[in-house]
């Protein structure tokens, strides 16, 4: 899987729209957000992807977001922040309530490390965005040598992060795969942080620029003979 579009539940997107993403060169879609999230506009745009065989993956950041026959579920744990609750806290409560009830198949963690100090999820989860290429590369290391999370998120959501950064982690992991986003908005900066990452993931620019999303996609479309 090297190419994930995030669709915003928040944000509306017209039926050939859809078509044109499914069609794309894509390997498939993340649902997420950060606000705003709700249920029926979840399963709404949940839906509206039925005519794609391509992964769905709901990424849950609020319980009410959960939309129990989703196919499958991603978990964020969000490494570099001293408020547990974004770590381990609001993920035990839900474990609590409804544990018997999980279908943990279909759920996979992701280590996030959220990197862009204006994004709405750094400012909700205080996450400590100073940090240096040593700094990113350790939770590298911690993600996969001591939580074995089967994903590391680089998280530059709304800003193009640093390449250089973005090889040194994939540098050190080998288990764990690397996925990258933020402020990807053109097939160089795709194939850029392609290089470097197992997975990128473009969002934003799809509502903004829907041809240069495309282009994002495009360069990773199996050709058919
Ligand atoms: C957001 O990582 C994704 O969670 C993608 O970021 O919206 O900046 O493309 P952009």
Known sequence: MKHLFKLDPAKNLPHNVI???VHSGTDGFIIGGTDNLYLDAVEKLYESLVETDLPIFLEVSDEAMILPEAEHFLIPVVLNTTNNKWTLGL???????MGDFIPWKRVT??????LNKEAKAAKLTEAETDLTKEDIVAYARLAENIFHLP???MEYSGTYGDP????AA???LNETKLWYGGGIRSKEQAREMAKYADTIIVGNVLYEDLE???ETAAIFKKKTV
């Open 19 to 21: 078509a044109k993403l």
């Open 91 to 97: 993920h035990q409560e839900l474990i609590k309530q």
């Open 109 to 114: 963690s992701e280590g996030y490390v959220i």
């Open 151 to 153: 994903i590391f998120y």
């Open 164 to 167: 250089e950064v973005v090889k």
């Open 170 to 172: 994939s540098g050190v």
């Open 212 to 214: 240069a999303a495309l």
